[in-house]
């Protein structure tokens, strides 16, 4: 290949990963790979200028806008960042900031950079108007709606602030909202989301902005833009931005010399792994604002600032086999058993491989050298192989087409990436993760009953489906392995306990696909009993707040199965809760009766939910949005201006905490 060829080809695939990292979320090669790309093409356009391009991915921001929300021109442009990997690409940094500036003191702030989708929000006279995603840097997605429902995010600033300003930040999730999204889809059958990074980036362009609501997104500040006439140096301005209300992390450290720099890098690439969210480098910033304006920007970015990236951590190791794992909704699982290698602190064996796209998308093979990461998830997975070290006799990897357990053959429905063992009632691993999900915690809390024991019990013909359970006595538990004379008058009492667990948890202990906990909450709430639920036709479920067409046709499809329906006959025969229970004793007055609540804000006598107790105490009932319908709206402090404004406009009565509180005692 001639080297504009090579250099036009580079372009284009890296422009295409662009935009599935940027825009669809959802890349189809590791980072590390890409900045690899990266890196090549910009060697490549550096030994041959005459082949310069503005528009090469070495000289733009890497995303676009999307047609799905209205664009907004940034009014200061939005760069990326320069990247650095060792100490001798900071010290030819800080050679090249010295010839603009002379030889003069250059004091640096670090910062841990943040792995996430970066946001511009601007604020007048101290409230938010509008957020911005990066976009291609000059133009980006209006998603203000959806930032306004990030809890860390300041409607409204406190203190001293310049009265227009745009203030730039990254927004990330937690590792631990994280995993509890990733808990929620597993509770329901549904596979995990891949990375917070992505997971973040893509919850950011839901069109639905109460969806974006029940993600745990958070807001990380960095920047303060377009108001250097109020402060001196980059620390005050942070500073001064946690005084505003904005979450600035405080691990950001003002130094005096590259060799505190190397330190922080130092510290925090063996620290970072204790913080509670993901960061892949350090970002460093020359502190003096009028510095930073000397040195101005690149086309792609600022000069003043530079993004230390720690190695990936990443290893190379031997794939020994591929098995399957059957889940209880049947999908299939193929996992990498790996030659152990330690990563990340942790000895690493087995690695996902998600689907059958994924191997193939791979080729990945038994007995391949592949590499393996270890990002936000809970298990490393296989990025990619390193083929110079292939054996001329490896075969390509065949799917499995029948499932490894009962040996059915594998269905796969259109769309869906997952295979499926469509054996609903004799799989085994079905039928025991059913089991195990019955008696989980969050479900009937069987205690005394581990995944293990579940397994004993159906191999020895004991249990094959969760009413089974109830029938168990204790002579036939006794001679199981493992099981003494105290373990087994547990389980029998524990059994029998779960009788008292409510119908909510009932409902979501039958694992009914997509019928998660908070799922089940909401049915249990709105139909108070199992018959009314399993009367309720399609166009009735989907009315109710919250359930789409998904869960409905979920539920129709559950209830219309007799093996289900004779389970739940049983299961109520043996007395499990299938209806909530009145709740009338804690009904004090009917004060409220007929009013429909809105409680909105941050309270201080009582707690939001004991607030809504109060009103149902009294007889009224809580409504989650303030429509026509609400006849008061309870407003703590912080509560949001459009709701504000929302009922204003509606003439709704606003209470004050001590309002409310008046009308409990008058
Ligand atoms: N795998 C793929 O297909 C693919 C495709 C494109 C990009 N990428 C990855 O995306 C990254 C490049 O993205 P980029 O152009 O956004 O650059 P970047 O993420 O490396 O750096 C720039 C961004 O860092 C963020 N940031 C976080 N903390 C910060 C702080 N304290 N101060 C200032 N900025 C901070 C800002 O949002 C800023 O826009 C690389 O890691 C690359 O590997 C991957
Ligand atoms: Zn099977």
Redesign the pocket.
């Known amino acids: 290949m001639d080297i504009s060829t090579e250099i036009v080809s580079l372009r284009n695939e890296l422009n295409q990963?662009?935009y599935?990292?940027?825009v669809l979320d959802n890349?189809?090669?590791?980072?590390f790979e890409?900045?690899q790309k990266l890196k090549k093409l910009q060697e490549l356009e550096e030994k041959h200028p005459e082949f310069f391009d503005e528009n090469s991915p070495t000289q733009r921001?890497?995303g676009s806008i999307t047609k799905n929300f209205n664009t907004v021109v940034h009014e200061n442009r939005?760069?990326?960042?320069e990247?650095s990997y060792s100490q001798e690409d900071l010290i030819d940094w800080e050679k090249r900031i010295q010839k603009v500036l002379g030889n003069v003191a250059v004091e640096y702030v670090c910062?841990?950079?943040?792995d996430g989708a970066?946001i511009s929000i601007t604020y007048e006279n101290g409230k938010l108007v509008r957020a911005v995603t990066?976009g291609d840097g000059f133009q980006g997605d209006d998603v203000t709606n959806n930032i306004k429902t990030i809890k860390s995010v300041p409607l409204q600033l406190k203190g001293n602030y310049p009265p227009k300003f745009d203030i730039r930040g990254?927004i990330i999730l937690t590792l631990a909202g994280f995993e509890k999204m990733n808990m929620e889809l597993v509770d329901i059958g549904e596979t995990p989301y891949s990375n917070p990074r992505n997971t973040a980036s893509g919850s950011l362009k839901l069109q639905n902005s109460a969806e974006v609501a029940k993600r745990p997104l958070e807001c990380l500040l960095?920047?303060i833009v377009g108001a250097n006439n109020y402060f001196n140096t980059h620390a005050n301005s942070l500073e001064a931005a946690r005084s505003f209300g904005f979450k600035v992390p405080n691990q950001s450290k003002l130094v005096k010399s590259l060799d505190e720099v190397f330190q922080f890098i130092n510290y925090w690439d063996t620290h970072r792994h204790d913080l509670p969210y993901e960061t892949?480098g350090v970002?460093i910033k020359v502190n003096d604002l009028f510095q930073q304006e000397e040195l101005g920007n690149t086309a792609k970015n600022p000069r003043w600032?530079i993004?230390y990236k720690f190695k990936a951590e990443q290893v190379s190791t031997v794939l020994e086999s591929i098995s399957y794992q059957v889940g209880r909704t049947g999908a299939i699982t193929p996992v990498a058993n790996l030659k152990p290698v330690q990563l990340a602190g942790t000895i690493v064996k087995r690695a996902s491989l998600h689907n059958a796209d994924q191997i193939e998308k791979l080729d990945v093979r038994v007995g391949d050298s592949v590499f393996v990461e270890k990002g936000g998830e809970i298990i490393p997975k296989i990025i990619g192989v390193d083929f110079t070290g292939r054996s001329a006799d490896s075969v390509k990897t065949e799917y499995i087409a029948d499932c490894p357990e009962c040996g059915t053959v594998l269905v796969r429905k259109p769309g869906e990436a997952q295979h499926y063992c469509p054996n609903f009632y004799e799989c085994p691993p079905q039928i025991i993760g059913r089991i195990e999900h019955f008696i989980s915690r969050k479900a009937m809390d069987i205690d005394g009953l581990g995944g293990e024991t579940v397994t004993l019990l159906y191999k020895n013909g004991l249990v094959s489906n969760y009413a089974d359970l109830y029938e168990l006595k204790k002579e036939q538990v006794l001679p199981l392995e493992r099981m003494a004379e105290k373990s087994a008058d547990n389980l029998m009492k524990s059994i029998e306990q779960s009788k008292e667990i409510a119908f909510e948890r009932v409902l979501f202990a039958l694992g009914i696909r997509f019928v998660g906990e908070t799922v089940a909450k909401k049915l249990a709430k709105h139909y108070k009993n199992i018959d009314a639920l399993m009367q309720a036709d399609y166009s009735e479920l989907i009315n109710v707040d919250e359930i789409g067409d998904k869960i409905a046709l979920s539920i129709r499809s559950f209830f219309k199965d007799e093996g289900n329906l004779q389970l739940i006959n049983r299961l109520k025969d043996y007395g499990l809760q299938f209806a909530v229970e009145a709740k009338e004793s804690t009904q004090v007055s009917n004060k409220f009766e007929g009013m429909t609540m809105v409680v909105s804000g941050k309270f201080e006598t009582f707690s939001r939910d004991e607030i809504k107790q109060k009103i149902e105490d009294y007889g009224g009932k809580n409504g989650s949005s303030i429509t026509g319908k609400t006849s008061v709206v309870v407003a703590g402090a912080d509560m949001g201006p459009a709701k504000l404004e929302k009922a204003t406009k509606l003439g709704i009565p606003i209470w004050t905490e001590d309002d409310f509180i008046n009308q409990l005692n008058n």
Request: proline share 3%.
């Open positions: 990963h662009n599935n990292y940027y890349p189809t090669i590791s980072d890409f900045d921001v890497g939005m760069f990326s960042l990247n910062e841990l950079k943040y970066s990066r990254e960095y920047n892949d970002v600032a993004a």
